[in-house]
């Protein structure tokens, strides 16, 4: 058992209560983090007089070589520390004696485990994006390639009116350029540095906080030390935005899974996508999609167990915090590994165009559109509306469309319609004549593309 502190202790600490306190099974997660901030740390104790320059040179040369041995696996982190910031104070001082005792002069854990997590979380949002921008890669190139690729849009999970491949991937576009903005504001707002704010008080030593802070690319420091120390809300505010993309990512995975079966064959999803059955012979199934869908519950509840753990935490630090790491880091690994895989099986799918074209031709899907024509030769939309149920349901005793039904069937039921009402109905005009922007629209979704790209060309800037 290694631990920091003890002075005041008369006993050794019972060894299960050691084991329940101890963090370092998964804090060693922020190794990286730690040896950063301590070296800022030091850094700006020598600027401020506060450690001398031997001082200084020592313990960051005893740092680099820790993190060094540890990459190359020459030096191990072992159970035996309580937390990683143990582990590196501990080893500092094996290596360089007592300058290594000087390092957390003027630092507490609060605010040392605040920075390690801040910076840890930073870069995972900027890697979440990184994702996230090549799944809207993938899917810019599928609307282009798809833009007069017709299909049933559905509302109800019922058709409702054709649209296009390009449209309805250019839905889940939106939806994922939504997150990358999101992720943008949270960076923005988060980046602010804690370093500094001692255990909750600040420090007597002449710390430079502002320098710590620009050390580590941070706009500066915060601005109060009691909410330093206590802050978790970035956390929240990340493990939220995680949630929005798996949440968007299992409506897509549902929707992929749809049309993947034997009913839909919209999409077929490629061999090295898909699982067998081990009894079935003749199955290939929708796996990843499956598990995308049902990750999704588990990165909520990363969001809810953080929510629920800061809900009654008197100010500042309470131990209760130190539960923010293992469900965050699972979060975070899970909509990565979540966000490559449905990548690599969305831009290997193939969509069958043909059974798409023939399910958007069934359905009564230009049914508006034939509403529509009626209104432009002067019928109010009332009756149209009307006179149009009415051939539905007649269609559906013949089993038959509205543009397979005679110009006389037709006339029958209204006479306003004209051998005009064909073309005017076509799933092609329908599609067509939808040229308000946001629309399916051959040229409206030309506009739309170009705008996205050129979003996307700018966040690679
Ligand atoms: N392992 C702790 C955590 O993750 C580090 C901070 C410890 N601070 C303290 N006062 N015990 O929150």
């Given at each position: 058992m290694a631990q920091l502190w003890g002075g005041r202790f008369t006993k050794e600490t019972d060894k299960l209560v050691y084991q329940f306190n101890a963090s370092i099974t998964f804090d060693k997660k922020l190794f990286e983090q730690d040896i950063e901030g301590s070296i800022a740390h030091v850094v700006m104790l020598e600027k401020q007089g506060i450690l001398s320059c031997d001082e200084k040179d020592a313990i960051v040369k005893g740092l680099t070589g820790i993190r060094k041995d540890v990459e190359e696996g020459t030096l191990f982190i072992t159970?035996?520390?309580?937390d990683i910031h143990s582990f590196i104070e501990a080893s500092l001082i094996d290596r360089i004696g007592d300058a290594g005792k000087k390092m957390h002069t003027g630092r507490s854990r609060n605010d040392q485990v605040a920075l390690d997590m801040k910076l840890y979380v930073r870069s995972e949002v900027l890697h979440v994006s990184e994702h996230l921008q090549e799944l809207l890669e993938t899917l810019i190139s599928i609307m282009e390639e798809n833009l007069t690729t017709y299909m049933p849009g559905f509302t109800h999970l019922q058709k409702a009116q054709p649209t296009t491949l390009a449209h309805h991937m250019g839905a889940y576009f939106e939806m994922f350029k939504r997150d990358v903005l999101r992720l943008k504001d949270i960076y923005k707002r988060m980046n602010v540095c804690p370093l500094g704010s001692g255990a909750f008080a600040?420090?007597?030593?002449?710390?430079?906080r502002s320098y710590t802070a620009s050390l580590m690319g941070f706009e500066g420091p915060t601005l109060n030390s009691m909410d330093s120390v206590a802050d978790r809300d970035y956390i929240i505010e990340f493990l939220s935005a995680l949630s929005t993309i798996m949440m968007h990512l299992s409506r897509f995975s549902e929707e992929i899974i749809i049309w993947n079966s034997n009913e839909y064959r919209f999409v077929e999803i490629d061999d090295g996508f898909s699982t067998g059955s081990s009894i079935m012979p003749q199955k290939k199934n929708p796996d990843i999609a499956e598990l995308v869908r049902g990750k999704t519950g588990r990165v909520y509840g990363a969001l809810m167990s953080i929510l629920t753990t800061m809900k009654?935490?008197?100010?500042?630090?309470?131990?209760?915090?130190?539960?923010?790491k293992e469900v965050t880091f699972d979060a975070i690994e899970t909509v990565k590994n979540c966000l490559v895989l449905f990548n690599g099986m969305l831009s290997t799918m193939k969509f069958n165009h043909k059974v798409m074209e023939e399910s958007a031709m069934?359905?009564?899907?230009?049914a508006t559109d034939a509403a529509d024509y009626l209104v432009n030769k002067g019928v109010p939309f009332r009756d149209a509306h009307g006179i149009i149920g009415q051939l539905v349901l007649y269609c559906i005793e013949k089993n038959s469309s509205i543009d397979a039904l005679s110009i006389e069937e037709l006339r029958a039921i209204s006479?306003?319609?004209?051998?005009?009402v064909y073309d005017a109905i076509s799933l092609k005009t329908c599609v067509e004549?939808?040229?308000?922007?946001?629309?399916?629209g051959q040229k409206a979704m030309e506009e739309v593309i170009r705008i996205n790209k050129e979003f996307l060309n700018q966040l690679k800037a």
């Open positions: 159970d035996e520390y309580e600040g420090t007597t030593y002449p710390l430079d009654g935490l008197p100010l500042a630090y309470n131990k209760d915090m130190q539960e923010d069934k359905g009564f899907t230009n006479p306003v319609f004209d051998v005009d004549k939808r040229l308000t922007i946001g629309a399916p």
